[in-house]
């Protein structure tokens, strides 16, 4: 079945440490895209790519970093220097046009431990 | 003035009303018209699409959209328990990529 994986589920984070989500899809989808999760404020965008090896920056993107070596994989690294990491991550991915909405992984909650 | 503004709720309606939930945005250029459900600690999936003027029917679920008012509804009749989540409108404009812009969404119970 094609779909979109996050993993992991949950992950935990100490002060000062990277970490990487990662983020794959067998949808054959060209863009996928990274949001962050708080409540009350919805989805805001992190980062997006359109093509392999290309990639801009969201509204958020301060702290975040990413790669799209492959077609199918999309991870994020949080750094150390995201202040606050704890939220809800998702990864989506979409056929670039026209604009039929995304596909959305499950999910991974970060927290800071 | 965020580009599209929804009510958060919560919004508690008992099985079988008829749930109304809504969305403004500020943008005209907007053309795409979503709406994705979320239940808790899950990823959002997309309930309807529409990108014209009008209602759309699915099942239980109707999407309106008024262009010239900026306002988009989505209506569940014979709301059940298993329709308690978390509603999320989603729109998009031509020319950005195929980016979207999300409202904060409307957290929905359906009691007994």
């Known amino acids: 079945d094609g779909g979109i994986t996050q993993s992991p589920k949950y992950l935990f984070r100490k002060e000062g440490q990277n970490v990487t989500l990662s983020c794959e899809q067998n949808l054959n989808h060209d863009a996928m895209y990274w949001y962050r999760q708080d409540p009350g404020q919805g989805l805001r965008l992190i980062y997006y790519s359109q093509i392999v090896n290309d990639f801009q920056k969201g509204d958020i993107a301060e702290g975040y970093s990413v790669s799209r070596e492959k077609k199918e994989s999309f991870p994020l690294t949080v750094t150390s220097a995201q202040k606050n990491p704890t939220a809800f991550y998702l990864c989506?991915?979409?056929?670039?046009?026209?604009?039929?909405?995304?596909?959305f992984g499950s999910g991974t909650r970060l927290t800071v431990v | 003035q965020k580009e599209v503004e929804q009510d958060p709720g919560p919004l508690s309606v008992p099985e079988g009303a008829i749930v109304s939930l809504n969305c403004t945005y500020s943008n005209s250029a907007f053309q795409y018209f979503m709406w994705y459900r979320q239940y808790s600690r899950k990823g959002p999936e997309l309930l309807m699409y529409t990108y014209s003027s009008g209602n759309k029917e699915d099942g239980r679920f109707t999407a309106q959209v008024d262009k010239s008012s900026k306002y988009i509804s989505l209506f569940i009749r014979d709301s059940q328990p298993s329709d308690s989540a978390t509603y999320l409108c989603a729109i998009g404009e031509p020319g950005t990529a195929s980016k979207l812009t999300f409202g904060t969404g409307t957290r929905l119970q359906v009691t007994l």
């Open positions: 989506a991915s979409s056929i670039p046009w026209p604009n039929y909405g995304y596909t």
